[in-house]
């Protein structure tokens, strides 16, 4: 059975940092593009940031570029959100997605599995 369980979202203030896990069980960490997105009420869940396989290639949605970073530990089965210079726009449900063909892409059907989401509220 395949599982990805987010951590580290919580409360910060404006121009603060979190940096959010996913740690994946149940599946060949290293063959899969990992995903990130988000969502608040009322609204589509949206695309944060995506890396493919090979933990190099890397995309952003534009509101997050130059200030999160993707990346994957494969030893470690752990995909990682940091995210710095936090905007109270950034406030949602973070979710972290999988993908087994590998391909590092923005759409959300893309992805086969995905985590419960944790909470990110930047308050201003």
């Known amino acids: 059975q395949v599982q990805l369980v987010e951590s580290g979202g919580g409360l910060v203030q404006d121009g603060g940092s979190l940096r959010l896990s996913c740690t994946a069980s149940g599946l060949t960490f290293s063959n899969y593009a990992m995903g990130w997105f988000r969502q608040t009420p009322g609204k589509e869940r949206e695309f944060v940031a995506t890396?493919?396989?090979?933990?190099?290639?890397?995309f952003y949605a534009d509101s997050a570029k130059g200030r999160f970073t993707i990346s994957k530990d494969n030893a470690k089965n752990t995909a990682y959100l940091q995210m710095n210079s936090l905007k109270p726009e950034d406030t949602a449900v973070y979710y972290c997605?999988?993908?087994?063909?590998?391909?590092?892409?923005?759409?959300?059907?893309?992805?086969?599995?995905w985590g419960q989401g944790t909470q990110v509220t930047v308050s201003s």
């Open positions: 997605a999988a993908d087994r063909l590998g391909r590092g892409s923005s759409r959300i059907n893309d992805y086969e599995y």
């Open positions: 890396i493919r396989w090979t933990g190099i290639t890397t």
